[in-house]
């Protein structure tokens, strides 16, 4: 636990809250852009250290949650197919498709495995030369490298039988729809850390000046929240609009050079669906023309594939910041972690499954 307690240290903690307190005159709105950090905040109380003044709204970096819907049934379809090894994050299993999950396609006899890394993938492909395998490749900037450098090794090894279905998006693009709609109440963003481990937080310099926001990169203890909060609070109350970067431990401001350089390489910038809210221009990765053989929707056909997400569910309203889980009238009693009506209630970076767990399943509870 060494380099860790601190950052989970009550005292520090409440000291944090204090001067939150002692700062704030009015009502702000922020969001945290990461699931990782909306887990944080709902795991160890932080809205009820804060002050009435604050509210936490959860922003839309899941990677499992905006995986739309067509994208997920492309998976299943592949995965049903005689001869395919369908290789995913535990996650995504549980994800409903229109009318089943990857569960239920290993259920009926699909080899549907579950690996914790992309190399994993590469190595059961080398094992099994008769067979297609395919990784469900997902994920914002963070596992992008990886992947990428999953596609780079396949080459290079002159893999035939490795392929990628890849759905990479970008967390700039996302924060730029919700800044420009008419909608939007986020005075404030907790910019994601692992994504500017990787990216370096120049795209965040950006936005922050162009719609005059203030934002921190922000790390995943609830120390690093808090700080990450009192530092926007500062800003938001001396009239600033800055980027500054909390999570210095990791994040600088060019970030991981070669983890960059791979991606770029393997990588090229596409227009994405996103689930519930739709396509945003320029938001996500396919694999370049030179990686072609390893493109899965290419290769298996899939990409004509297209659907309608279920109206029942406000995901999309949840991500944007407009709605807190447990307004949705389904949250708790139709939608639940062994049923879900939408990603965001099985992911382990869910906004959902952070308020089921963690506030049970009370829709009438008050939610700072």
Not at 255 to 269: D, K, L, T, Y
Request: a neutral charge.
């Amino acid at each position: 636990m060494k380099f860790l307690d601190e950052y989970r240290d009550s005292g520090v903690a409440r000291a944090l809250a204090a001067r939150i307190r002692s700062r704030v005159t009015r009502h702000w709105t922020l969001m945290e852009i990461c699931g990782g950090q909306t887990h944080t905040i709902m795991r160890y109380g932080l809205p009820e250290l804060l002050p009435e003044e604050i509210e936490l709204v959860h922003g839309p970096g899941c990677p499992v949650c905006v995986a739309p819907l067509e994208l997920v049934d492309r998976a299943i379809e592949i995965a049903s197919r005689p001869g395919v090894i369908f290789v995913s994050y535990g996650d995504m299993l549980r994800v409903p498709g229109s009318r089943s999950d990857l569960f239920q396609v290993k259920a009926a006899g699909g080899d549907v495995r579950v690996a914790y890394s992309p190399m994993q993938a590469l190595k059961i492909a080398a094992e099994n030369p008769g067979r297609q395998v395919v990784f469900f490749g997902i994920g914002f900037e963070t596992t992008a490298p990886a992947n990428a450098m999953a596609v780079w090794e396949a080459k290079r090894q002159g893999l035939t039988n490795f392929f990628m279905l890849a759905s990479h998006v970008l967390v700039p693009p996302a924060m730029r729809i919700i800044l420009r709609s008419p909608a939007n109440r986020v005075q404030g963003f907790i910019a994601p850390g692992h994504v500017c481990t990787v990216m370096g937080f120049r795209e965040y310099e950006t936005l922050a000046a162009e719609f005059r926001v203030p934002m921190v990169v922000g790390g995943f203890e609830p120390v690093d929240l808090l700080e990450s909060i009192a530092m926007l609070v500062d800003q938001l109350e001396d009239g600033r609009a800055e980027l500054e970067n909390q999570y210095s431990r990791s994040v600088t401001r060019s970030g991981n050079g070669p983890a960059q350089q791979v991606m770029q390489q393997v990588f090229e910038v596409t227009d994405r669906q996103w689930r519930g809210i739709g396509p945003i221009p320029e938001s996500g990765y396919r694999l370049r023309e030179a990686y072609a053989a390893f493109d899965a929707e290419r290769v298996f056909g899939t990409s004509e594939i297209r659907l309608q997400e279920p109206p029942e569910c406000i995901a999309a309203l949840v991500m944007q910041g407009l709605k807190k889980p447990v307004d949705c009238p389904a949250f708790g009693t139709r939608c639940v972690p062994e049923r879900p009506l939408g990603a965001p209630m099985v992911s382990s970076e869910g906004a959902c499954a952070a308020y089921y767990t963690y506030r049970r399943h009370t829709s009438g509870e008050v939610v700072r």
